[in-house]
């Protein structure tokens, strides 16, 4: 006979009173969470039971919910009639059973793990030892396989290091087999007492699980334009910013590294630039459900389990203005019922610097000098262009690298380790973290310490209970702003130190560059966060298909930033000047209360599931500043209150709150036809009364055309699926107060005496509105060939209107600018993500990962017109973000003598284009040379393995993207004394079309500045390699795997500054390009 259930079954310190408020509670809740999930539990074989006019089904039912009891019987061959009264009060559950066996043909056995077996009487079940091995589609045992009898979580076990499990059953009993990434399969029993298993690998995609906000959803049942990155594809990277693993593995999402420097962090871009003027453009960031905007760089690699990112405006509309520019989820690792898992993470390294700009050596120097003098007339005898020192060690052949001296190589590493299990009641994970990257310049620091934990409790069959908490402290030196920028600046006829050996604080004469040995020992710049967040949450499931579920989530950063320069730092002038130090604090606060209520019903053919959202949100942000000079001793230069003047102090306060109602309808026929709707009301206090509330709509559709009929003729189709979406949400992030007016401290002069006084210094705008992001999405998803091809495709088109921006007023106004919605731009853009297997024979295999996102957007209208503010350089037609200026035409030759007289030039000077042809150049040749944001960017990724080993490499490429550099406005201007970066520039011998005579570039030396971005990169090869289980059976290891890593080995560009992807930024002398080297290992118990 065959058996069923009933059931389904189951160095710096800090003084923050809040954060350590917050760890007490939170501590408290762990200990409570703990005791009970050591603890026997509820009447684990007593029950308690008042019903009326139930049959026996449904008294077992009861049983196994209240009970750590399991029932397995035939569905034929059970007691029939109903009962009109169960009343039982502290009874053994057993002894319920047999009163209600009595008068029936039936009776039980009782055999291991409390597993019950309804029989006829005179029967016996043998209690059956089976012994199986589950393989997967390569003949190679899978671990941690799930073996449970059919429809029942008793006795559940699972493989070990050799794919084997032991289970004790019921001889005819039904094995129910699972795994992650492959199909579940039922085996029946039928007396044999050893199994072979091989299990067949789900078509890609289709049953994974993706986070939607709110809720999950499996892959296949998707509507929008989500993008995942799984744990493996993050620690395969060696990352100490997750983030990091987004580059290049999620189309839509453009990833930039802020600066040079260690724990600088990254910046994401979804679906390109969401609005106009200096604003963030970054998504919302969701953490096991706590929202922030602060990023990921406080999260532990290898804490993350996964990471899904919302793209379209449907997706994201659940988080209504929070998530108008995209969302980023993370899910961290959470704890399984079943023996504790032990688990170490650690890599160690050194970061290289690579891509050095190529400076004038000496010789290079001294010519460069003598051309800038000869370009202007004077005179080019050596000892009227250089000092007699700089003479001095030219002849002596002194050719000091300064780059060379100043940096060094660096120490890179992280270590985390987690121990995470549970049982079927109580499931926990808690870990911690130690991430340590040393800069390349001295004494650049950066250290992050993570606390993690998660707990969830299943306190009864309908209240659940959980608990997410991390602690995180980043201690960063920053080093010196001046080390690196004149190591640079000063020439290589120069030299450190003096007759005697001793560093010279001036080896230059020139008071904007010093010795940067004595800034790296006079200039502390320090930041100190300590960051605490996390969220409690309680579960109610009254009846099976209803769930409510509330969640407070707080969040407090306080982050300290101190500057200090000392007595011989080039700030103090080598002690001319007092000693300075700046202490600047941002204590932020925020929580969110969200609660919901979810319906979950399959009726037929037809499955519903209904989500209503309750949220509030408050954020609160202070900050105080205090500069002082005069202080004694650098030990001190902490305490402002020695300093002997106070040079400037202030301090701000700030609250933001958010109030918001949210409904969202998922709907599905068949597996084939997918509906999702949604909607939400959010009402912020940015905004005046009368426009503080806005309705954002958004509904998808998905067409499952593989469930068809018609295509069930066409294995090679594993899934296909049309999707097609529209959605809407609103933007609110401005300024805190924008729609307010204010007054602003000024003086006022009384007969020559200033006075403090008070002035307006912000118009009001009471009619400042909601921005509001409209966008189709059209996409496909698809596997093919057995899953050999998979991947999805889509297009969308974003409008945005009602841009909230700082709008430039004219002088008369006596403001310089007012906060309005002034217009609409547009975005564009097509994303497709690729996967093949190229490979796959028993032991090698060949994947390819391949990912491309190409955007554009334009400017629609501004301030209710089309003409164009050629002041805020928004031009209607053209990217919202664009180089404006002359157009490069080459260097005025000697042959073009007399027409360069025309335009006030002569032969070595910068020529630009007369675009008019009027004979004058103005305003009017003026022309866009480009866009400040990439156009497209994509990457490949291989993976091979063979045996036990495997080799993955990333390569990454980024197009399109035009900036002005800082960097070569200093090191490429050729009109300066400091050093400059070796090009063949013009003379009268080596007449250049390109680079510009020394000392004479013309009016339009700003424009050469303009420096196309473009690269590829090889972001990172991996080797790895994983020991046989069977290795490490004996040493009770249950996976170790080694591995060496280069990341960023390789860049290929034609742009010579530091790094083509910070070089946005505008700035130089904040780090160099690096490549990191580093070993690994992967170990678990």
């Known amino acids: 006979m065959s058996f069923y259930t009933h059931s389904k079954c189951a160095r710096h310190s800090f003084c923050l009173k809040k954060p350590l408020l917050i760890m007490k509670l939170t501590i408290a809740l762990i200990v409570l969470f703990n005791f009970q999930m050591f603890a026997k539990g509820y009447s684990q074989s007593k029950v308690t039971l008042n019903l009326t006019a139930v049959d026996f089904k449904k008294v077992v039912g009861e049983i196994e919910k209240r009970t750590v009891y399991r029932f397995l019987y035939s569905k034929n061959k059970i007691p029939t009639n109903k009962f009109a009264n169960v009343n039982a009060n502290n009874l053994e559950a057993l002894s319920l059973v047999d009163e209600l066996l009595v008068n029936t043909p039936y009776t039980y056995q009782k055999l291991e793990n409390n597993l019950i077996v309804i029989i006829p009487k005179g029967e016996t079940v043998a209690d059956t030892k089976v012994t199986g091995t589950v393989l997967d589609e390569n003949d190679q045992p899978l671990i941690g396989v799930t073996v449970t009898i059919k429809g029942t979580t008793a006795g559940a076990v699972s493989t070990d290091l050799n794919g084997v ?24 029993v039928d007396g044999k007492n050893i199994f072979t298993v091989k299990m067949k690998p789900t078509a890609k995609n289709l049953n994974e ?161 003598t051309e800038q003098n000869r370009a202007n007339g004077r005179s080019i005898v050596l000892s009227d262009i250089l000092s007699s020192d700089l003479i001095a060690n030219y002849n ?90 004149s190591s640079y600046r000063l020439p290589s006829i120069t030299y450190p130190y003096d007759a005697s050996g001793n560093p010279v604080f001036r080896v230059f004469n020139n008071d904007a560059v010093t010795n940067p040995f004595f800034d790296q020992q006079n200039e502390l710049r320090q930041q100190r966060v300590m960051h605490t967040f996390g969220n409690l949450y309680v579960q109610f499931q009254p009846i099976t298909e209803l769930t409510v579920k509330s969640t407070i989530s707080p969040n407090y950063v306080a982050t300290r930033n101190g500057i200090y320069y000392g007595p011989l730092s080039k700030q103090s002038v080598g002690g001319s000047v007092p000693t300075q130090a700046q202490n600047n604090t941002n204590d932020f606060f925020s929580w969110v209360w969200d609660n919901q209520a979810t319906y979950d019903k399959q009726f037929g053919d037809h499955h519903i599931t209904g989500t209503v959202i309750q949220s509030m949100q408050s954020e609160r942000t202070e900050t105080s500043n205090i500069t002082a000079s005069g202080l004694p001793y650098k030990s001190l230069w902490y305490n402002l209150g020695s300093g002997g003047s106070v040079l400037a102090y202030g301090s701000s306060y700030t609250k933001y709150t958010l109030a918001s109602f949210t409904g969202r309808v998922n709907y599905n026929y068949k597996d084939k036809y997918l509906f999702t709707a949604t909607g939400r009301y959010d009402g912020s206090s940015h905004f005046a009364v009368g426009h503080q509330w806005g309705f954002f ?111 430039q007023l004219p002088p008369e106004t006596g403001f310089t600018s007012v906060s309005a919605n002034v217009g609409q731009m547009r975005n564009q853009g097509i994303e497709v993500g690729l996967n093949t297997i190229n490979i796959q024979t028993k032991k090698f295999q060949w994947r390819t990962d391949f990912a491309l996102q190409v955007s554009n957007n334009k400017l629609l209208s501004i301030y209710g017109g089309t003409k164009n503010d050629v002041g805020s350089l928004l031009f209607i037609g053209q990217p919202v973000q664009v180089n404006y200026d002359y157009v490069f035409d080459g260097i005025w030759q000697t042959s073009d003598a007399a027409l360069a007289a025309k335009y006030n030039q002569k032969p070595g000077q910068i020529r630009v284009k007369d675009l008019d042809g009027n004979g004058v150049i103005n305003a009017n040749d003026k022309a866009i040379l480009g866009q400040k944001t990439p156009k497209w960017d994509g990457s490949i990724g291989n993976t091979f393995k063979y045996g036990n080993l495997d080799l993955y490499v990333l390569v990454y490429t980024r197009r399109g993207e035009m900036v002005t550099s800082s960097y070569d406005a200093t090191f490429l201007n050729f009109n300066q004394n400091y050093n400059q970066m070796y090009k063949p520039y013009w003379t009268a011998t080596n007449p250049s079309n390109t680079w510009w005579q020394p000392g004479n570039p013309g009016p339009y030396s700003t424009i050469p500045q303009y420096r196309k971005l473009d690269f590829t990169r090889i972001n990172n090869i991996t080797l790895g390699y994983t020991f046989p289980a069977k290795l490490l059976k004996r040493a009770k290891i249950s996976s170790l795997r080694v591995y060496a890593t280069a990341s960023n080995p390789f860049l290929f560009t034609k742009y010579d500054g530091f790094d083509p992807e910070w070089a946005s930024q505008n700035t130089y002398g904040i780090g160099v390009s690096t490549a990191a080297y580093l070993i690994g290992i992967n170990l678990g118990f």
């Open 697 to 807: 709509p958004s509904a998808s559709a998905a067409w499952r055309i593989s469930q068809e009929d018609f295509m069930k003729k066409m294995p090679t189709v594993n899934d296909l699926k049309l999707r097609l979406s529209y959605g809407s949400t609103g933007n609110d992030r401005i300024a805190a107060y924008s729609t307010q007016a204010n007054l602003g401290q000024t003086y006022y002069d009384f007969g020559g005496v200033l006075a403090n006084g008070y002035a307006p210094g912000q118009l009001a705008n009471q009619d400042l509105t909601w921005e509001t992001t409209r966008e189709w999405n059209l996409g496909v998803d698809f596997s093919l060939f057995n899953s050999r091809i998979s991947g999805s495709v889509d297009a969308y088109s974003r409008t945005i209107q009602n841009i909230l921006f700082s709008r």
């Open 396 to 485: 002596n052949g002194v050719n000091t690298n300064w780059p060379d001296l100043v940096l060094k190589n660096a120490v890179q590493m992280n270590h985390n380790v987690t121990a995470a299990g549970g049982d079927e009641k109580t499931r926990f994970s808690v870990s911690a973290g130690l991430n340590q990257e040393d800069g390349n310049v001295a004494p650049e620091n950066y250290k992050k310490y993570s606390l993690r934990g998660n707990v969830d409790r299943q306190i009864t069959d309908q209240w659940k209970a959980g608990l997410n908490l991390y602690l995180v402290q980043a201690l960063t030196d920053q080093g010196s702003s001046e080390a690196l920028r």
């Open 209 to 369: 699980v993706v986070v939607v906000g709110y809720g999950t959803q499996k892959k296949a049942d998707v509507t929008t334009a989500i993008a995942s990155v799984n744990s493996n594809q993050i620690t395969r990277l060696a990352v100490t910013d997750p983030t990091a693993a987004l580059q290049g593995q999620v189309p839509g999402a453009t990833v930039i590294k802020n600066v040079g420097k260690p724990g600088a962090g990254y910046s994401v871009t979804v679906r390109g630039v969401h609005s106009i003027g200096n604003v963030s453009n970054e998504p919302l960031y969701v953490i096991d459900g706590i929202p922030t905007t602060s990023g990921l760089n406080d999260l532990n690699p290898a804490d993350i389990e996964k990471i899904d990112v919302l793209k379209d405006a449907s997706a994201a509309s659940i988080y209504g203005s929070r998530g108008a520019k995209g969302v980023v989820i993370v899910t961290t690792k959470r704890g399984k019922a079943g023996k504790t898992q032990l688990t170490f993470d650690s890599y160690v390294g050194t970061k290289v610097p690579i891509h050095l700009p190529q400076m004038m050596n000496s010789q290079q120097y001294v010519d460069f000098r």
């Open 165 to 188: 499990f032991h289970i004790n059953v019921p001889g005819n009993a039904v094995l129910t087999v699972s795994f992650v990434g492959y199909d579940t399969q039922d085996v029946p």
